[in-house]
């Protein structure tokens, strides 16, 4: 038997051979680095299929590395995986063979990474930005609340980050003409080009805030939220592509009636599937409702697939689309939205 997620993952590596016969996978060893000479060649193999019980044993076979252990979610996160289901699968999986030959797979926590927005010229010009297209009045202190930072520049000064994550010009394209959103956990700025002539040359650059890649960042944004669990209102996630789109279906539709354990978050450019499993993950959720907020361009049937993949996974109680008839999403002020809604499921 083989576990499904795991061996998609490996599978999906640029370097990856699959024996058949001999029911293992061979990859480039995440330890030693494998071979400089061949780098379409790996040496790291992965007994894949196993029979219930027996763990899933690697190797590497080259000469001057030679490690060898069990597979844990820790040796997968090393590879490049930051599926939570598919770490989940695994570490699961290695807790049927023994309580503590893998961590538990444990939530995530927020870097300890902390906000600025100075009243000066450039961050006033760039809140009006913020104001004229959302149709708000929001103050500089507001957009702290709404984990939106101003200056790339001032963050990482505040925060003592010393490395860029890309060079010195771009990094001053970014701080010049950008506004960034602070993901869940502080991974990312999600810096949005607000320039007329589109400076950077991207709508979207994604900025790791550490300067390091790190296989556990995690890029959505949310608008945080409380949430009760006790409650016995059934938690309902809003969900955008982008965070302007999230933040013009919070500010300008009227749509959700509860306040209660209501989740506002934007997947910048992750897929819908993935974002929805992490944060019920993160929050413990197992029954919810799900508002997607979508893009134009997206079809109904694109998430009437993902409704039943979910519904493999959660209790879905109620699942809708809402697209924004007068613009391709929901970045925009009231004048400028109107909501056309397809509710795919209800119980
Ligand atoms: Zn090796």
Redesign the pocket.
Known sequence: MKLNLVYEFLKSLPVSNESSDRGNITIR??????SVKSRDHG??SIKIDVKPGEPMLYR???AN???SGILKSDTLQKLGCTNMNTLLELSKYNHTINKNLDKEFISRKPRNYQMVNITNQLNLVKLNYINRRLGTTLTIADLKILKIQLSLYDFLKLNNIHKLSYNYTYCDLLNQYCISFVSMYSDYLICRDISKKLITNRRYTIYRTTGVPSPEDIKLYSIPAELDLLSPVIATINIAEGPFSILGAYFNTNMIKETENVLWLANCGSDYLNSILHVCKQYGLLDVKINIWSDSEIKLNKYEKLLKTLQNRLIIREFSVLYNTKAEDFGHDKDNIAISKTTLLKL
Do not use: E, K, M, V
């Open positions: 060893c995440p330890f030693c680095g494998d040496n790291f590497c076979f080259r590395c030679g490690i």
